[in-house]
């Protein structure tokens, strides 16, 4: 009877919590789409595998579309023999043929959040490794390297966070680009994710009478078997 109780008061405070959603589609650039590269007409799904180029360029992918220049490019784990994703297999370079720049619109309601993405560099050129990146109306803000932090190193992925707060729910543009020498070696990024950020709730003041009857009784059941021993 007791954990039949401590259950429903469990499935009480779990129901009082907000529910967590993916915000951002294909943050980590996982997802496969139909459409053919612009560079070498490289299928999504051969990337890693192969046949053909291990990277392509795309003016749209799943989730994502170019914002300017020459498009998103994708590269795999097979392209360059110092860096893996940071997630799966598949990560961006938005300095392909030319420094380009992605977004994608976001459905936010009222609350506070955080993105987070992880960047890299692909060369020791802190120059052309810049990387811009904005909500808007939200934020904004920039990363580069090497040398940024210590962190920030060739083949080592460091984490981006920004936290915000929507005070009115809608439609955002959540914008990626490019800001470095526009050289075709330009920042890596990968696992992009916007979450809410949930600040304790107090609970009701009927869970709360229950939590307590329940201590309560637990007590009082290690009373009575003690007084049996």
Not at 100 to 110: A, E, G, P, R, W
Not at 147 to 172: K, L, P
Request: glycine fraction near 14%.
């Amino acid at each position: 009877m007791i954990w039949n109780v401590i259950g429903a008061l469990t499935g009480l405070v779990l129901w009082g919590l907000p529910a967590s959603a993916a915000v951002v589609e294909n943050g980590s650039f996982e997802d496969t789409f139909s459409q053919t590269g612009s560079n070498y007409g490289q299928r999504f799904d051969d990337l890693m595998s192969g046949p053909g180029s291990s990277w392509d360029v795309w003016s749209s992918i799943a989730g994502w579309t170019t914002d300017s220049g020459a498009g998103i490019e994708i590269q795999s784990n097979r392209t360059l023999t110092e860096v893996d994703a940071y997630d799966g297999n598949h990560y961006v370079e938005l300095d392909s043929n030319s420094n380009s720049s992605m977004f994608q619109d976001v459905l936010l309601d009222v609350g506070h959040y955080v993105m987070t993405f992880f960047y890299g560099p692909r060369t020791n050129n802190s120059g052309t490794n810049g990387i811009n990146y904005s909500l808007t109306g939200l934020f904004q803000g920039s990363v580069g390297g090497p040398g940024d932090t210590t962190a920030r190193t060739i083949g080592f992925w460091s984490q981006v966070s920004e936290a915000f707060n929507v005070q009115t729910a809608g439609t955002y543009r959540l914008r990626f680009g490019a800001s470095g020498l526009s050289d075709s070696y330009g920042g890596l990024i990968d696992a992009i994710s916007i979450a809410p950020t949930v600040a304790p709730v107090p609970l009701p003041l009927p869970v709360v009478l229950l939590a307590s009857g329940i201590v309560g009784l637990i007590a009082v059941r290690r009373v009575s078997a003690a007084g049996k021993k």
